[in-house]
Every structure is written in structure tokens, then in C-alpha cells.
């Protein structure tokens, strides 16, 4: 397999508009929620994510940790950390962990708002916004603290462009459009990552490649969940792994053949709605922060 680094320079041009609104946005925040991928905490990172934020406090929030690796993701979060991110994994979906956002953000600015409070200021909401690549669950983040929270008005008094902000009870006012990064690009495994998680669009890597990065890649990490899934062992090669799968599923055209387009759209599927359990693709030994 080699896919060349052409193929997947997928970086749309409207990219570069939405990175400069966003720098424009920062600058009105308290504190910037970067949404990373848990199953993918390298290849859901933007390398220019500092140069945007600026100098912002940034929380890096890993969503989806439902369909992740935890014990993967326990590494990189100690990575991050050394680092000096402030971290936490979170369930958009679902809601878990959404609720310690506001107190995480808070601990974060103490000193500022410490400040305005002996200046004699009520305490106030935070002014924040949401940034991540496509499908990473920015959008869902929103609804959850937006009903997480107590009242909603589309208008705050004392807000310059009222409209544009989303009042989450007395903790934060969240710009309403949520940034779009891009994830690097480079990178052919980083690519894979994320067709393989449904972060870049299908028809942007051939659909066949990412499917049998996709089952080599399990063979080698995660053979037990492969065995009781699929009856796959170590002695099954890509061809044989396919055709159990797609004999098991009952992939079958006239005449007994195996329908593989099927058998890769069930790979996919399967992998993404947690059919194979929590699945971690990044790895801290090969692509470490
Ligand atoms: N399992 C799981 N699914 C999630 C979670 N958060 C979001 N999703 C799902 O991920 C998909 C994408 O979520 P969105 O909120 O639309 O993502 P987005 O970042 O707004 O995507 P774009 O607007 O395309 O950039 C949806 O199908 C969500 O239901 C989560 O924590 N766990
Ligand atoms: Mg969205």
C-alpha cells in the first residue's frame, strides 16, 4: 500500500478563510475549548493550533472517549500534560464529563478572575468558543452545555454583536459558530487515522487502502476483539480476514462470491459505531506530541 502524500492533501481553500475568522474570534475569549479526537490525539491536533490561539488559555477537551482506548488515551493525556495543557476526556453525546468543563475553565483563569472580583465584579460568565476538526463533535458540544445549562437567550444585554452568542446559564457565553480546523495533512498514517474514524470524508482515500490499513492496523493491536468478532487468527492474511468477515455477514452475490464493497463498508461501520469496542489509533510510540 502507499498512498502518496498528493492524495491526501484534501485541505480545502475554505480553510484558510474560516482560520482567519477564528483569529479574529480568539481575541474576544476568555478561554478557547480545542475538541480533540480520543481516539486520535495526534492526528486530531493542528500543528498551528498555538500560532491561532494566540496566547489564549487553551482546555483540550477528548470527546468520543466512549469509542476510545482508554489506556491509549490515559498516555497521550499524560503527554499533554508534561506539556502544560489543561486536559479532560469528555462524552459529548452522552454528556459525561461535560459538567466539569465550567469549573476546569475557571480554575484555569483564577488569577484573571480573582482580579476582577477585587476590583468589585460580579462573577460573569466565560467567553469561549469551540475549535476542532470536521466531525469531531463541536456541534454536539454545543447542544449538551447549551441544555446543560440553566437559561438559553439568544440575547445577552451588554454583548456588542448580541446574536452571535449562545448564553449557557451563568457559566459560559459560547461564540455560536464553532471553528473548523484542519488535522495535519502530511502524514500518510495521520491521513489514515482519520479516514479510518470518518474525521476526512470517505471518497478522499480509497476506500479499499483504508479498510485494509484498517484491518492490519487491528490484526496488530487489537487480534483478541478481531477473534471474537469476526473469528479472525493470527494465521489469516487480508484476503483471508475479508473473506471471513464477508462470509460471516453474509456479503454473498450469485454464485457464492464475496461482495467486498460490502465487506469494506461493513469494516468501517463497525469500527466507528464501537462494534469492536473502544478503539484507540494513535499511538504515543510512533506519533507522540
Ligand atoms: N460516540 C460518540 N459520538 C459522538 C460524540 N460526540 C459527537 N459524536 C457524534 O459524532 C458525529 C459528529 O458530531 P458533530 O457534533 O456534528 O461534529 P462537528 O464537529 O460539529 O462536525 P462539523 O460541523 O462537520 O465540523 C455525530 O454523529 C455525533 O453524534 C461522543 O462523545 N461520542
Ligand atoms: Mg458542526
Request: with cysteine; glycine share 6%; charged share 30%.
Amino acid at each position: 500500500m502507499n498512498v502518496s502524500s498528493k492524495q491526501i492533501q484534501w485541505f480545502p481553500g475554505h480553510m484558510f478563510k474560516s482560520l482567519r475568522e477564528i483569529r479574529e474570534k480568539v481575541k474576544l475569549m476568555d478561554i478557547v475549548l480545542v475538541l480533540l479526537d480520543a481516539r486520535l490525539p495526534f492526528s486530531s491536533m493542528n500543528p498551528e493550533l498555538t500560532k491561532i490561539v494566540d496566547k489564549k488559555p487553551i482546555l483540550l477537551l477528548f470527546n468520543k472517549m466512549d469509542l476510545s482506548d482508554e489506556r491509549i488515551l490515559n498516555q497521550y493525556i499524560s503527554l499533554y500534560e508534561a506539556k502544560g495543557y489543561h486536559t479532560l476526556k469528555i462524552d459529548a453525546q452522552t454528556g459525561k464529563n461535560v459538567n466539569k468543563i465550567n469549573a476546569l475553565a475557571r480554575e484555569v483563569l483564577k488569577d484573571k478572575l480573582d482580579r476582577e472580583k477585587a476590583k468589585g465584579l460580579k462573577e460573569r460568565p466565560l467567553r469561549t468558543m469551540i475549535l476542532g476538526i470536521p466531525n469531531v463533535g463541536k456541534s454536539t458540544l454545543i447542544n449538551t452545555l447549551s441544555k446543560s445549562g440553566a437559561t438559553k437567550t439568544g440575547n445577552t444585554p451588554g454583548v456588542t454583536k448580541a446574536q452571535q452568542w449562545i448564553k449557557m446559564g451563568s457559566d459560559f457565553e459560547l461564540l455560536d459558530t464553532p471553528g473548523v480546523l484542519w488535522p495535519k495533512f502530511e502524514d500518510q498514517t495521520v491521513g489514515m487515522h482519520l479516514a479510518v474514524t470518518g474525521a476526512i470524508k470517505d471518497k478522499i482515500l480509497p476506500e479499499t487502502e483504508v479498510v485494509f490499513y484498517a484491518l492490519n492496523f487491528l490484526k496488530t493491536h487489537y487480534l483478541k476483539r478481531l477473534t471474537e468478532k469476526y473469528e479472525i487468527t493470527a494465521n489469516d492474511d487480508l484476503q483471508a480476514m475479508l473473506d471471513k468477515i464477508g462470509t460471516k455477514r453474509g456479503c454473498l452475490v450469485r454464485g457464492g462470491e464475496i461482495d467486498y464493497d460490502r465487506v469494506y463498508t461493513i469494516v468501517l461501520t463497525d469500527i466507528r459505531n464501537k462494534q469492536l469496542g473502544g478503539l484507540s489509533f494513535d499511538r504515543p510510540e510512533t506519533l507522540s506530541v
